[in-house]
């Protein structure tokens, strides 16, 4: 059995525990959340002052800078724990990668203090609407208390711009309370799989000499991107563009090892989620390989009735349902780009 193997169902189980902190992560950023919207409604009930006039703004102008000071402190409490964690996850990885190598090889780690300060300030590049957003984690903390602020500023001024009583004010603090913490849900899975993915990426940096580069591995259930589905088991260089690759995005890496400074080691599979619940495959199985294997109408949920026509009957692999940059390619450009699938599927 390969140590590649190993490595998946190692980094894919982990992958299980990296989703988890993020869960226990959440929680701790929801409370800053929970105490901007307090603040605010603590305001409002406190009494408001006639809209427009000078001492409403001046009101307003408090309550926006006492916002930003909670998330302020949101951001100071994600980048301490997320520090942390990077520091976690590179002894992991380096303790999977000397799992798979031989007795002989010496390991280089990297310093906690290294990992760290590299995860907090490595840029995310993540797919967005425009084409591909670069921020870091300070930015992105910083991104989400501005706009945050704004929200609840916004709801207020609103409210008492069309004359609505405390309690009616109030109600739409409330409406945009769970929005904020669905927000920061996607928020904080993206960081943290960036601190993951960074923390691996530093460990293989450090033994480049033993490594050819990094194996890509996606998730395999029906929440996956098209992207990552297509991107599954291919291989990048060790300075590539690691995970995440969009919002929510759960891709890993795992070290291709240099076959000299490889040992083979017992078992090899990778769970899976589909229609029947989950299931262990092999190792090797990529998503579109996976996906194939499912049932017609799961794979119709998956990838949509008209590119399950492509997929099924046009025979278009799904990594030519995205562009060079990861985003999706809509039908009609799917159509220029590729019309004998059309043709094949029964589509002009």
């Not at 006039?53 to 800078?65: A, N, V, W």
């Not at 010496?106 to 990992?115: F, K, W």
């Not at 940096?205 to 589905?229: E, H, P, W, Y």
């Not at 899976?272 to 390989?289: A, C, F, H, L, W």
């Amino acid at each position: 059995m390969s140590n590649e193997g190993y490595l998946e169902d190692a980094a894919t189980r982990h992958q299980i525990y990296v989703q988890r902190y993020a869960g226990g992560n959440l929680k701790r950023v929801a409370s800053f959340i929970s105490k901007a919207i307090r603040t605010a409604k603590q305001r409002v009930s406190d009494g408001l002052s006639a809209y427009g006039t000078k001492r409403y703004i001046t009101q307003m102008e408090t309550l926006q800078g006492d916002l930003r000071g909670i998330y302020d402190d949101l951001k100071g409490r994600a980048q301490l724990d997320l520090g942390e964690f990077a520091e976690y996850e590179a002894e992991f990885n380096a303790k999977m990668l000397g799992k798979v190598v031989r007795v002989a090889v010496q390991l280089n780690v990297p310093s906690a203090d290294l990992v760290s300060a590299a995860a907090l300030a490595d840029p995310m590049l993540l797919e967005a609407r425009k084409g591909v957003q670069r921020i870091s984690i300070s930015g992105a903390l910083d991104q989400f208390g501005t706009k945050k602020t704004a929200e609840i500023i916004g709801e207020i001024q609103i409210g008492s711009s069309l004359g609505e009583t405390s309690q009616q004010i109030s109600r739409r603090l409330n409406s945009i309370h769970q929005m904020q913490k669905d927000q920061a849900s996607a928020l904080v899975s993206t960081m943290t799989n960036h601190i993951a993915s960074t923390a691996r990426a530093e460990v293989m940096k450090q033994n480049d000499d033993i490594l050819l580069g990094m194996r890509r591995v996606a998730t395999l259930d029906s929440r996956t991107t098209l992207f990552c589905m297509s991107i599954d088991q291919t291989i990048i260089p060790l300075d590539g563009q690691k995970p995440p690759y969009h919002w929510r995005c759960r891709t890993t890496l795992i070290p291709v090892l240099k076959p000299e400074y490889a040992r083979e080691i017992p078992g090899s599979t990778r769970p899976s989620v589909g229609p029947d619940g989950v299931e262990q495959v092999s190792s090797k199985t990529s998503y579109p390989e996976w996906l194939a294997r499912q049932p017609v109408s799961f794979q119709k949920d998956v990838l949509g009735p008209a590119r399950y026509e492509l997929f099924s009957k046009g025979e278009l692999p799904i990594d030519r349902f995205v562009d060079d940059n990861g985003k999706t390619l809509t039908l009609q450009q799917l159509r220029e780009r590729e019309p004998m699938a059309f043709e094949r599927a029964g589509m002009n």
